[in-house]
């Protein structure tokens, strides 16, 4: 399939009730629905984002004769992948809201399960986009759904981090967060996080997702360039 072929189509199916449900899980009659198309036919109608996908489905070999759900469930999860490299890419307040996205979804679950997740890396694409189609604003969806387009770009087309730190800054930043959950949470709690940051093997489920929602709050409650450092820190 020639690149000019592929793109026109991405472009007419991103715009059917299927493609969304399909991506999702709803359709149009909920209430976050136009928010996830609009958001979607934004980022299918970037020439960046469409030729690295056509060049994934290339190499996957899914051009051709490949079920039309396989694509799609191909397409959600190549995003989230590239949208999850290029987080780093981002600015760092930009990073701090899909941080805060990301401590509420984790938050949602039972804490048993939040910590299965987090150990094993792995957050299903579909699952987390029904979750988040439960936002209570569309300016939280879209807000979203435009930095996971930004992060895709940046990603294929390998754009440098607008803000560097250091390995020491970081580690001065991930200080104050100790100390911070030391005061807030007590020392008990503060060990805690310092075993599940130097091995996460040594804790359980429950202890690992007990660290990070406790690390993921304390940063975003930091001032000044120690905000900057743990933000960035914690996507590198």
């Known amino acids: 399939m ?3 072929r592929f793109v026109s189509q991405a472009q007419t199916y991103i715009n059917t009730d299927e493609t969304v449900k ?4 709803i359709d149009s009659t909920h209430p976050r629905y136009s928010a996830f198309l609009k958001g979607f036919e934004e980022m299918f109608s970037n020439d960046a984002i469409i030729g690295g996908m056509y060049d994934a489905l ?3 070999g899914l051009l051709k004769n490949a079920p039309s759900r396989l694509v799609i469930d191909f397409t959600r999860e190549w995003m989230l992948s590239m949208g999850r490299k290029g987080i780093q890419r981002l600015d760092t307040e930009d990073q701090a809201f899909l941080l805060a996205v990301r401590l ?3 938050e949602s679950m039972p804490t048993e399960q939040c910590g299965q997740k987090l150990k094993s890396e792995k957050v299903d694409g579909r699952q987390f986009y029904t979750w988040l189609a439960g936002a209570k604003t569309d300016t939280t969806v879209s807000r979203f759904l435009k930095l996971t387009s930004d992060a895709v770009v940046r990603e294929v087309t390998k754009q440098q981090p607008p803000e560097n730190v250091t390995e020491q800054q970081v580690e001065v930043a991930a200080e104050l967060v100790g100390r911070r959950i030391a005061k807030q949470y007590g020392e008990s709690k503060a060990k805690l996080v310092g075993a599940a940051v130097t091995d996460p093997t040594t804790v359980s489920d429950y202890e690992i997702c007990i660290a990070a929602r ?3 709050t304390e940063t975003l409650l930091l001032k000044g360039e120690p905000r900057r450092w743990m933000v960035r820190g914690l996507f590198m």
């Open 2 to 4: 020639e690149r000019a």
């Open 104 to 106: 509420v979804y984790f």
């Open 22 to 25: 399909s991506l999702v899980g």
């Open 58 to 60: 290339k190499q996957a």
């Open 214 to 216: 406790l690390i993921w």
